[in-house]
């Protein structure tokens, strides 16, 4: 089997053949001695001398637990996609059209999950069954994505705000049949998250750099100015409910993260000088927070429900980074998406907490 594809699944197993590396196990890289976040997958995708493969993205279900990604990121670039079901993991099939990486995802359901490449202005399509390429809207090609939000197979927005290299896409929502773009106060989001019914968030471009929080309330985009978040320069944006909204970013160049209670925002303090790229629920009322220094020892922040700060250290090097977290529904078990020293470039490497 190994190699092989499983006829009708639209999976093929991971292994190490044409020039696939494939570890199960810490292979590369320092490792610290008892790792907070344990090295589960790495996958070095071909050509192995030069290449930096990452995941960029991981979802988690009850069952199955996605991570996305692309070989020779800011390179060429070429989409992957691993699924690890009952701890198998198993390289999807992804159709042969796109290129670059694939930089963000949004699944409503477990057979219903949407996926945007960085460049090349591609959107998959996973229906439970396999991928395929979604119809494409007029963007122009060579676009550059940063976001999806997915509520249904009737019901997509993605969004590309301009890089320093390449023109971004704009806000654009599918219906089902057809891509409408978006003008107005949403058209310069790079990140949004649904927080309930006809309720969700957006962080983005407004005359400005990352400078724009957005709500978006069922029926348009309006720009949100909190008071306690002047100044704030966004980078990410999480969801978890109506009265639970949390955005990390600076202001004046001091990391700091942002709080909405269903009423008010509020600005908390974050330790270190990095800025919070990713957040995900930790399963108790507290948070991961992603904000990779570049620096040896390679950790993530941890924000317990009380407000007390932690490190949970990935390794003692700092070639080894998670850029992405998950919680895994109903546990505290939580997925990282990463990458992994390799002895040339990097693997994509998947990591588990708990």
Not at 142 to 168: E, I, K, Q, Y
Not at 206 to 212: C, D, L, M, S
Request: with cysteine; proline share 7%; aromatic share 10%.
């Amino acid at each position: 089997m190994i190699g092989q594809r499983r006829a009708g699944s639209g999976y093929r197993l991971a292994a190490a053949v044409a020039g696939l590396a494939v570890m199960l196990t810490p292979v590369y890289g320092p490792q610290a001695s008892d790792p907070a976040w344990r090295l589960r997958l790495a996958i070095h995708y071909p050509p192995l001398t030069t290449n930096r493969s990452e995941y960029l993205v991981v979802l988690t279900g009850p069952r199955r637990t996605w991570f996305l990604g692309g070989s020779d990121v800011f390179g060429h670039g070429k989409p992957v996609a691993e699924v690890i079901a009952n701890g198998v993991p198993r390289s999807a099939v992804l159709p042969a059209g796109p290129h670059s990486w694939i930089t963000a995802a949004s699944a409503p359901s477990p057979t219903d999950i949407w996926a945007v490449t960085s460049l090349g202005g591609a959107v998959l399509h996973w229906n439970g069954a396999k991928w395929a390429t979604a119809p494409r809207g007029n963007w122009k090609a060579g676009s550059r994505f940063t976001g999806v939000m997915a509520l249904s197979p009737t019901d997509v927005w993605v969004f590309g705000t301009s890089g320093r290299h390449h023109p971004g896409a704009g806000t654009w929502h599918f219906s089902g049949t057809r891509w409408t773009r978006v003008s107005g106060a949403g058209a310069g989001i790079f990140q949004a998250n649904r927080a309930g019914h006809n309720d969700a968030w957006g962080i983005g471009n407004a005359g400005g750099a990352a400078n724009a929080l957005l709500n978006f309330n069922g029926t348009r985009w309006r720009r949100v100015r909190p008071p306690a978040l002047a100044g704030f320069r966004y980078t990410h944006v999480l969801a978890l409910s109506p009265a639970d909204v949390w955005v990390g970013g600076s202001v004046g160049g001091t990391p700091k993260l942002g709080h909405f209670d269903g009423r008010d925002w509020s600005a908390l303090p974050m330790p270190g000088m990095t800025a919070a790229t990713g957040l995900c629920n930790d399963g108790h009322g507290g948070l991961w927070v992603i904000a990779n220094s570049g620096k040896a020892p390679s950790l993530v922040r941890h924000r317990a429900a009380d407000g007390k700060w932690t490190r949970a250290v990935v390794s003692t090097g700092a070639a080894d980074e998670i850029l992405a977290c998950a919680l895994v529904p109903g546990t505290q078990r939580t997925w990282g998406a990463g990458k992994a020293a390799a002895p040339q470039g990097s693997a994509a490497a998947a990591y588990l907490r708990g």
